[in-house]
């Protein structure tokens, strides 16, 4: 079946360090794959997105790309922030029959200032 | 635009007591979602509707949990007996139709602990 594999965490880094969250995913058909974000206490919230392979995904100095060849979707920033400590969802959707989200079992990661 | 809506937000009840939340998605999205997220996991979909039918309810244990969206707007997820592992946040999310690229919003969740 479809599923998601993330790097375990936890993550922590100091302010202005470099972040990558490791992500591959297994899927039956050709799938959109996603980053989520959830602040604690809060509902997750899309991060990024990409949908067909080599796109790339971006949003807050957040980016992500769909390689097909590695089955991947790795998360990298280049300069994290305090603000940027949450738990970091993987998830892919598969086109056609249920538009369910499969999630990773989640990252997370913590930066000290 | 306004979120999704969920209510409560924590519950705290005992063993093979019952227990309901609801939802009121996105206006207009006529997608509805009810995802568990137990501890240290991500989300699993209970159920997914369109409209008031349901599309996927393939991983939702039906001898003890229910949905229903009867008027294709708010929905509500009962659990009725619950068990020590149900303790979770339950996760509503939201999409407006149109394929899989549209996104799905989620609200805060329901913190639910068994004792």
């Known amino acids: 079946g479809d599923s998601v594999t993330q790097m375990e965490g936890p993550v922590t880094l100091s302010e202005e360090a470099f972040l990558t969250i490791n992500c591959t995913y297994t899927?039956?058909?050709?799938?959109?794959l996603f980053w989520y974000v959830q602040y604690p206490g809060e509902g997750l919230q899309l991060l990024l997105k990409?949908?067909?392979?080599?796109d790339k995904g971006s949003n807050k100095g957040f980016e992500a790309t769909y390689r097909k060849e590695t089955t991947s979707f790795h998360l990298e920033k280049g300069s994290v922030q305090v603000s940027d400590s949450a738990v970091y969802f993987c998830?892919?959707?598969?086109?056609?029959?249920?538009?369910?989200?499969?999630f990773g079992k989640g990252t997370k990661l913590t930066v000290n200032p | 635009e306004a979120g999704v809506a969920q209510s409560p937000r924590y519950k705290i009840i005992e063993k093979r007591q019952s227990v309901a939340f609801w939802c009121n998605p996105i206006?207009?999205?006529?997608?509805l979602y009810w995802y568990q997220q137990i501890l240290g996991q991500g989300p699993k979909l209970l159920i997914q509707?369109?409209?008031?039918?349901?599309?996927?309810d393939s991983q939702l244990p039906k001898d003890r949990f229910s949905a229903e969206r009867l008027k294709g707007v708010d929905s509500t997820l009962k659990i009725q007996p619950a068990k020590l592992e149900d303790s979770a946040v339950y996760l509503c999310?939201?999409?407006?139709?149109?394929?899989?690229?549209?996104?799905?919003?989620f609200g805060d969740g329901t913190r639910l602990s068994i004792l």
């Open positions: 990409a949908t067909k392979a080599d």
């Open positions: 509707f369109q409209n008031n039918g349901v599309v996927d």
């Open positions: 899927a039956t058909g050709y799938p959109s």
């Open positions: 206006s207009g999205h006529a997608t």
């Open positions: 999310a939201s999409s407006s139709t149109g394929g899989t690229n549209q996104p799905q919003h």
């Open positions: 998830a892919l959707r598969v086109q056609g029959g249920s538009e369910k989200l499969v």
